[in-house]
């Protein structure tokens, strides 16, 4: 299960503060040390871990006394608080425009799950809000990837516009939207291609897509597994493309959760979904708060 290590050694070191009546500057600086540590280990950017663990401790010897709660109650409360925001706090919506069909492009590297999760996105967007979504192949380098967005289509009888691998995805972008108009679908949804790194050409081209297209969403796909890779990943494509938020994949593997927790921080751009598994149906919401519960306990 993704977060294992990370989340077995928070809860114990925690458990060492709970039941106190009375916490210590040193309780908290033994905390806050071991805390420090586990999140190191779990991969965790290092300034990330240098801020956090700062203001956790700020906050826990600052504490104000609440009747309600233990003081080594109150210590966790606050490492719990600074995750959640850590991640993001509030959970963050999917955009909807005034004026349709509301436009997302979906960018990564190859092997993120981009593919899989334009697949996802487009079930979600009609299961849960009713809508009708157009999907997209803007990977004219691979033909395999348009096929497999044909195929994700046919599973879902959701139509997939595709104009093969001649046409440039400038264009094939272009004309999807009219397509979009003309027959009423409410989002359009573009797989773009990716690359094994980053790189000029493949980030020209997606600028080009975006200042077509001008979409409202700009959603990057990366694979919590590849950890600080991941969040290298995510910080170029902002810089480059200034997205609007990132769907983490493969959090059903096991993941150390570097990625999660440092994203955020490290791009100021909110994680809106997670992935949990290779299924059409395994696209979640990201809620921060949940995932520092479950983190902590
Ligand atoms: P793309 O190259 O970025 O388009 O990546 P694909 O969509 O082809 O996905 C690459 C692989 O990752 C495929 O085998 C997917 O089934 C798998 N995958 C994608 N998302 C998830 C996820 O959330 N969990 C798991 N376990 N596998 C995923």
Redesign the pocket.
Known sequence: MAFEGLADRLQSTIKKITGKGKVSEQDVKEMTREVRLALLEADVNFKVVKDLINRIKERAVGQEVMESLTPGQQVIKVVKEELTDLMGGEQSKIAVSDRPPTVIMMV??????????TGKLANLLRKKYNRSPLLVACDVYRPA?IK?LETLGEQLDMPVFSLGTEVSPIDIAKQAIDKAKNEHHDYVIIDTA?RLHVDTDLMDELQQIKSTVVPDEIFL?VDSMTGQDAVNVAESFNEQLDISGVVL?????DTRGGAALSIKAVTGKPIKFA????KLD?LEAFHPERMASRILG
């Open positions: 990564g590297l190859q092997g993120a799950g981009k593919t899989t999760t990837a497999q990716g796909v994949t493969k959090l059903d593997g992935g949990m598994g290779e395994q």
